[in-house]
């Protein structure tokens, strides 16, 4: 068995924590080593799995991974997560698909392309403030956060990307703020562990990139049911599923359902990275 570990061109070798994945495969007797997803010299039908880890650029080479992925698809190689979930997962519009399951998002406008971007007549009249970003993005990508009574500077600043790119409008909840967004991580469907990510002050992103604190969390029951109802609305198997979401008067918002390249925080939790490759080796016999 030959496990192929995507990564990108500025993490070669993995991150380190996900570097620790290769050698507890070994224990289990699989091979496994990191590549570059776009590396053009790779065999890929060398390997019998491809597992979705540090891809992190992949919103920039958006033409670029959907090709790969196509090409992957009909090379009919086995990844995790598998294609149709990633391809999916690249695009938030999924969150509308959800709603419509029956999942609590956060309040949200879905914007198609549009050569007349006018958020005034889109976003709802109660809002006091939003947040705007692509539907194709990761990271805090051209992420605005924004008074709505100043809809229409960024209806300027916004306007060449709309054109090229559908976007979502969030409304800001302030407790992002406070309380911070709590991740739920989640092996082949199963609940693993919580983080808690705070931003600092007088910032609204959680990404470790702008100083957001990382805290294991303990979640009550009710809110890992929450969460766990959201993953099981994949058909599919699930390596891995980090449910993002806002907790306001004990209701889970959801943000996101990160099934492509998520930080999983193994450094936060014991044992998660074992309870992780067994989840692997779990799938893949």
């Not at 766990?228 to 959801?254: C, H, M, N, P, S």
């Not at 390249?261 to 939790?269: A, I, R, T, V």
Request: include cysteine.
């Amino acid at each position: 068995m030959k496990i192929a570990l995507l990564t990108c061109e500025k993490l070669p070798d993995l991150n380190p924590e996900d570097q620790k994945i290769i050698p507890a495969l070994a224990k289990h007797n699989i091979e496994s080593t990191a590549v570059i997803w776009n590396d053009k010299n790779i065999n890929w039908t060398d390997y019998d799995y491809l597992i979705f880890r540090n891809t992190w650029d992949y919103f920039e080479k958006e033409t670029e991974f959907k090709l790969w992925l196509d090409h992957i698809e009909k090379l009919g190689i086995k990844t995790l997560n598998p294609i149709k979930v990633i391809k999916q997962n690249i695009h938030k519009f999924y969150l509308c698909e959800m709603e419509q399951q029956g999942i609590t998002i956060l309040p949200t406008v879905f914007i198609d392309k549009t050569e007349h971007l006018d958020l005034g007549e889109l976003i709802p009249a109660h809002w006091k403030k939003a947040v705007i970003k692509p539907a194709f993005s990761a990271g805090s990508y051209l992420t605005e956060v924004f008074d709505v009574s100043n809809s229409t500077e960024i209806d300027q600043q916004y306007a060449a990307i709309a054109v090229e790119k559908e976007l979502l409008v969030q409304e800001f909840m302030p407790q992002i703020q406070t309380l911070g967004e709590t991740s739920f991580i989640f092996f082949n469907k199963k609940f693993s562990h919580a983080v808690n990510k705070k931003p600092v002050d007088g910032d609204f992103r959680v990404q470790s990139l702008f100083g957001g604190i990382y805290t294991l969390v303990h979640p009550s029951q009710d809110l890992i049911q929450k969460a766990q109802k959201i993953v099981d609305t994949f058909k599919e198997d699930l390596l891995y599923a980090r449910v993002d979401g806002i907790l306001i008067d004990q209701e889970l918002y959801l943000m996101e359902v990160e099934c492509i390249e998520p930080d999983l925080y193994f450094n936060l939790s014991e044992n998660s990275l074992e309870r992780f490759v067994n989840s692997i080796v779990e799938l893949i016999q």
